[in-house]
């Protein structure tokens, strides 16, 4: 019986970088904002417990989320931001029984979510082998940013979190380029590209470029995804059903949630197959 050491490293899990909602005190329930539309029923503001959420910092509607117009919630990912900022930077102290820690911790949670994002995505680089030239930048990175994620809370909300996401997207996209040159065939480049709803059926896509792609109900199904770069890639209600996305570069929890797919899909190791999907 195969385990999880047999895994190659960018499939091994990492889950500090996972959402654990029992060791969060509910902060994307709280912290964030939405407005009403086909992800949510209704408008939340900041800072502002969502209606639903009871007193032991669970959703009250969390197995039905979806029927009830909260599809947004099923489709975010906090990649253990969550956690950290509740257990780590405030120490177990939730908002509820210390109030005056609320205001600091929903104004960090945001910061930290971007800075644990940032985490994934490096750590996913240096488990590639094809990476290696760029490791010694991402050792630093990963260093530099994991200090970051242990700071307190008012030196995380005076982060310039855009500069330091600038200079790590430099070292992911040279990490990009190495790890899909290894893919066989013209690696397609989509970058940025509108691709809502388009027709890419069982299209072979391994090694293609498809950061920030706009895939919003694109059907891919049977499509070959291994080692495309898929950050940013907007998934939202594609069609993933027998999709490969084993390899896939640089691919979140979030992009599956958006999308649908199938018992036939096939996804990496790390993450988890949507409950919605059939």
Known sequence: MSTTSDLPP???????LHADCANCFALCCVALPFAKSNDFAVNKAAGTPCKNLRQDFRCGIHTRLRDKGFQGCTTFDCFGAGQQ????????????????????????????????????????????????????????????????????????TGLDVGALRQKINTLLLESSELVRAKAPGRRKNHRGADLMGARLARADLRGA???????????????????????????????????????ALFLTQAQLNAARGDTATKIPTTLTRPAHWA
């Open 10 to 16: 960018h499939q091994q899990p990492q889950p500090h």
């Open 85 to 156: 900022v509740s257990q780590v930077t405030f120490g177990g102290r939730d908002w509820r029984t210390h109030p005056g820690t609320a205001v600091a911790m929903f104004e960090a949670f945001p910061v930290m979510r971007q800075l644990h994002e940032l985490l994934f995505y490096v750590t996913e680089a240096l488990a590639r082998p094809a990476a290696r030239p760029v490791h010694p930048g991402l050792r630093e990175a990963l260093e530099e940013t994991t200090r970051w994620a242990a700071a307190d809370a008012e030196a995380l």
């Open 209 to 247: 470029n498809l950061r920030g792609a706009y895939l919003i109900a694109a059907n891919l199904s049977g499509a070959d995804l291994r080692l495309a770069d898929l950050i940013g890639a907007d998934f939202r209600d594609a069609d993933l059903r027998g999709a490969d996305l084993r390899d």
